[in-house]
T-cell receptor, first 116, second 116 residues
């Protein structure tokens, strides 16, 4: 398997623009997670899905952030409008947790977002 | 509520020294899972080990060893004879196992610098 695939790897955008980050989880994994990493706050869980359904979005910082998972093989994290303080590395991860056996989360390479 | 504390922000050692990274966790669940991840300078998150709450056996993998003690809610990680390639940020994570609410909570990480 190719692992969790995120795109783009790097994104530079101007304040106020819409940004969409994409993630393809590992096939067969029924949990998908979006994390944000910054120096100040470390790795924060933004939202996670189970079988394409959002389970907990309490980590989403503001209404400017939204996430969708239209099918088992694709998820997006959208920021509209973007602000400089959104600059961070955004990670997507997936896990086959739903099989009833706990396991580790597998992470993508991350998207480094810079909002200028 | 879940919480993971990595009190050591940064550690510097000279190559071949042993180093222990501390991790203390909080959870109200009796069933939970603990993890260690490595984040090298390239930025990806690499899984190192998983432990469940019912298995307090220490584990050794090459130069790496882990000490899990439920009595002190700690899951410490030791690198023996450290090498420059061990330089990275190391994260400890916790996941509770209540069905449908699986998520991974990370500590703030410990940056390890191994000097030649």
């Amino acid at each position: 398997d190719a692992g969790v695939i995120q795109s783009p790897r790097h994104e530079v955008t101007e304040m106020g623009q819409e940004v969409t980050l994409r993630c393809k989880p590992i096939s067969g994994h029924d949990y998908l997670f979006w994390y944000r990493q910054t120096m100040m706050r470390g790795l924060e869980l933004l939202i996670y899905f189970n079988n394409n359904v959002p389970i907990d979005d309490s980590g989403m910082p503001e209404d400017r952030f939204s996430a969708k998972m239209p099918n088992a093989s694709f998820s997006t994290l959208k920021i509209q409008p973007s602000e400089p303080r959104d600059s961070a590395v955004y990670f997507c991860a997936s896990s086959p947790y739903g099989t009833g056996k706990a396991t580790e989360a597998f992470f993508g390479q991350g998207t480094r977002l810079t909002v200028v | 509520a879940q919480k993971v504390t990595q009190a050591q922000t940064e550690i510097s050692v000279v190559e071949k020294e042993d180093v222990t990274l501390d991790c203390v966790y909080e959870t109200r669940d009796t069933t939970y899972y603990l993890f260690w991840y490595k984040q090298p300078p390239s930025g990806e998150l690499v899984f190192l080990i998983r432990r469940n709450s019912f298995d307090e056996q220490n584990e050794i993998s090459g130069r790496y060893s882990w000490n899990f003690q439920k009595s002190t809610s700690s899951f410490n990680f030791t690198i023996t004879a450290s090498q420059v390639v061990d330089s990275a940020v190391y994260f400890c994570a916790l996941s509770e196992a209540r069905r449908g609410t699986y998520k991974y909570i990370f500590g703030t990480g410990t940056r390890l610098k191994v000097l030649a």
